[in-house]
């Protein structure tokens, strides 16, 4: 049973930084194929913020480019997202994503969620 658990969300003043983690268990690294990080904000369509690959390539978002930056340590099966120079339109849900590799298809796990506030 692959769990993902996240911390580190919060309430954040504009400019401020936060960092998210999002630890995943019941799963061996060399079956990912990537993680990353999505956000809801109310009324939004959950998107994609930041994603790495097993093999390292990395993707961020137009709106955390130069902001954002995902990193992973493969031993603790852990993904990270430091976020820097928040803003009020970062608010969100954020929520961990885990791809993992089943024979010729591919299975997609979520955490629960951890909520960034920017005020403003």
């Known amino acids: 049973q692959v769990q993902l658990v996240e911390s580190g969300g919060g309430l954040v003043q504009a400019g401020g930084s936060l960092r998210l983690s999002c630890a995943a268990s019941?799963?061996?690294?060399?079956?990912?194929?990537?993680m990353g990080w999505y956000r809801q904000a109310p009324g939004k369509q959950r998107e994609l913020v930041a994603s790495?690959?097993?093999?390292?390539?990395?993707y961020y978002a137009v709106s955390g480019k130069g902001r954002f930056a995902i990193a992973r340590d493969n031993a603790k099966n852990t993904v990270y997202l430091q976020m820097n120079g928040l803003k009020p339109e970062d608010t969100a849900v954020y929520f961990c994503?885990?791809?993992?590799?089943?024979?010729?298809?591919?299975?997609?796990?979520w955490g629960q969620g951890t909520r960034v506030t920017v005020s403003s």
């Open positions: 994503n885990l791809k993992k590799r089943v024979l010729n298809s591919e299975v997609v796990y």
């Open positions: 790495i690959t097993s093999g390292g390539s990395m």
């Open positions: 019941g799963v061996i690294f060399s079956s990912i194929n990537a």
